[in-house]
């Protein structure tokens, strides 16, 4: 979505609230793409500090549906994004400000609401997503999902370090 902001950048001074929503369906990265399965209109507040920069912040929450790090089973994650944001006008002198120097979600008087709820989404990504704390995850011999079924593959993992004595005694085994 994007909104017209063109009132607060030509008024010094002026304070301005939006209804805004997110038009994102899924969010795409380099991990893969995760549906948005909640999100909620939100007021997003726009102040013209004496046409040197324009402060834009808010807050709303999305809820995500990312697969558990351990079976795999989609978990709905709920991201909480604050935006506080600053764009410097060009007006300005100087930009004080070093948090102002991305200006990619302005484009003349328009402000891009998706990329802007794209990236706190991208900053807030939790690190590991599981589904339960006691998360059996999935066999990796067959596969299957250990909290739903116990398999009957062989989970015993030699010592690694008595590799080559279990290959001494393979060798001798009878067939």
């Known amino acids: 979505m994007k909104t017209d902001i063109t009132d607060v950048l030509s008024m010094e001074n002026m304070i301005a609230e939006r209804q805004v929503e997110t038009d994102l369906t899924s969010f795409r990265s380099k991990l893969g793409e995760f549906s948005i399965i909640r999100k909620a209109p939100f007021t997003l507040h726009l102040e013209n500090q004496e046409n040197k920069r324009v402060l834009i912040f808010g807050e709303t929450d ?65 690190m590991k997503v599981l589904c339960r704390e006691g998360c059996k995850g999935i066999c990796r011999k067959c596969g299957a999902n250990l909290n739903q079924k116990a398999c009957s593959c062989d989970r015993t993992e030699p010592d690694p370090r008595m590799a080559a004595i279990q290959d001494i005694f393979n060798q001798f085994k009878e067939v």
């Open 62 to 126: 999305v809820t995500v549906a990312v697969p558990c790090d351990r079976c795999l089973e989609e978990v709905p994650v709920d991201i909480r994004l604050v935006i506080d944001w600053t764009y410097p006008l060009a007006d300005a002198e100087s930009v004080e400000d070093e948090d102002a120097a991305d200006t990619s979600y302005v484009a003349g008087t328009t402000l891009d609401i998706d990329r802007l709820i794209y990236d706190e989404i991208l900053v807030n990504w939790p």
